[in-house]
């Protein structure tokens, strides 16, 4: 049998493709999923409580969905800011495959779908949504915050959904001392077992001019 994960960057497992039935942004929508991503039959629970738990997405600019799976949280950042440049990263290549269906099925022209190298480097978030691969590891899971979070605009936000019992509280503790300047971090929900933590980064102090004699 072959074996995957959904961080796997070319499944070897079929792709059984499916279509399925979800709430995204209040729409009722079909969408495409198939075997070797992330939860292919549903939107997952953490994902739902990212979703229910976070504000309405800026009207512009870049948006960025780290681990974007089969799109559910991109798809609804496109939805609900139809101006705004969506990016849909993930290193699964079937995964961002079925972004890019889900989004031309839904009329949804501001998906960026692409490998993490594919992003230019210029670009800025004005928000960062993400149900993080977990299960990649530890090290894994950090060098991608380290990576991304970074990329935040000023007086922006990520948001991130963990489950309590695969190290929620942990993250959170590692995020505050690794983001010690400049953001802040806290938990900004829970529920149904998970945390979603907010990580601001606060804009550039204003420099204090200084009095020549």
Same mark, same amino acid.
């Given at each position: 049998?072959? &074996? ?25 929508? /079909? ?42 949280? @991109?798809?609804?950042?496109?939805? /609900? &800011? ?5 990016? @849909? ?13 889900? @989004? =031309? ?48 605009? /000023? ?12 190290? &929620? ?7 505050? @001392? =690794?983001?010690?300047?400049?953001? &802040?971090?806290?938990?900004?929900? =829970? ?15 204003? =420099? ?6």
């Amino acid at each position: 049998m072959v &074996s995957d994960h959904y961080f796997s960057a070319t499944p070897a497992s079929p792709e059984n493709l499916r279509r399925i039935r979800v709430t995204l942004a209040g729409r009722d929508v /079909e969408v495409t999923t198939a075997g070797g991503v992330f939860s292919p039959d549903h939107v997952d629970s953490g994902t739902g409580v990212l979703l229910a738990n976070t504000p309405p997405p800026p009207p512009g600019g870049n948006l960025l969905d780290l681990g974007s799976g089969w799109g559910p949280i @991109a798809l609804t950042l496109a939805m /609900e &800011s139809p101006h705004a440049t969506v990016w @849909a990263v993930d290193v699964n290549e079937r995964a961002l495959d079925l972004v890019r269906r889900n @989004a =031309t099925a839904l009329g949804l022209d501001n998906v960026n779908a692409v490998l993490p190298d594919e992003v230019p480097d210029d670009i800025v978030f004005r928000t960062i949504r993400s149900n993080p691969p977990i299960r990649v590891g530890k090290n894994e899971l950090h060098g991608l915050l380290e990576r991304w979070i970074p990329r935040l605009d /000023e007086r922006a936000d990520a948001w991130l959904v963990v489950q309590r019992n695969l190290g &929620s509280d942990s993250l959170q503790r590692w995020l505050a @001392a =690794t983001f010690d300047h400049g953001y &802040s971090v806290h938990r900004a929900a =829970t529920g149904r077992g998970f945390r979603v933590l907010k990580v601001r980064r606060h804009g550039t102090p204003p =420099t204090t001019p200084i009095d020549l004699p």
